[in-house]
């Protein structure tokens, strides 16, 4: 009896060496030709993907992980698996970014009327003891080593900040209160916004 002999496959003439590569490749130019289609379709596709990218998590090396949980992150995968949203999809996720974007104005208007009530603290080069909420910790390099740069409110929420490496400021955490002995140094504004520079602070 002779032995019957199972060819693989072809593929324009040509025998598929790696079924799973090939598989893979013709699955890769579906969805580019599903997305292209789409990018097309949508003139608006670029802020569909800027909002779907949210629905990403990603390590610290900037590597995709998974999708978050939620809306979001289901529509998030279901782009990444057919390349393209369906036309209620689509529909829903220019709902989220409008209701995102009025949101985000809403914020920015309040935070303006909050920004304009801020004003310079004492008078450059005056001695003073302020009390102060840590907002924020910027780390930075300088000829020196690393120095902070410190962000501080005051109960009306004036901006005051410091650079430098003083212990008792090193040793307070983002939330943390503190009362301080220190030397106005400068008046400055950045984005709009008044702020008092400090140097020398030592904790009371």
Request: charged residues 25%; aromatic residues 10%.
């Amino acid at each position: 009896m002779e032995a019957t002999i199972k060819q693989k496959p072809y593929q324009w003439g040509s025998i598929i060496e790696n079924e799973e590569a090939y598989r893979k490749a013709t699955h890769a130019r579906i969805l580019a030709n599903a997305n292209k289609t789409f990018c097309k379709t949508y003139e608006d596709f670029a802020d569909i993907e800027s909002f779907l990218a949210d629905g990403r998590i990603y390590d610290d090396e900037g590597n995709f992980k998974c999708y978050k949980e939620g809306f979001v992150g289901s529509l998030a995968s279901a782009y990444a698996t057919y390349g393209k949203l369906s036309e209620k999809q689509v529909l829903a996720v220019r709902k989220c970014i409008v209701d995102r974007n009025a949101r985000k104005a809403e914020w920015a208007s309040k935070q303006a009327l909050i920004d304009a009530k801020k004003q310079h603290i004492g008078t450059v080069g005056e001695k003073v003891t302020l009390t102060l909420t840590l907002k924020k910790v910027i780390n930075l390099n300088s000829h020196f080593g690393i120095i902070g740069l410190f962000i501080f409110e005051d109960a009306e929420q004036n901006v005051v900040i410091y650079k430098g490496n003083a212990s008792s400021i090193w040793e307070l955490a983002e939330g943390e209160t503190a009362t301080l002995k220190t030397s106005i140094k400068e008046h400055g504004v950045r984005n709009g916004v008044k702020q008092t520079l400090i140097q020398r602070p030592k904790a009371v």
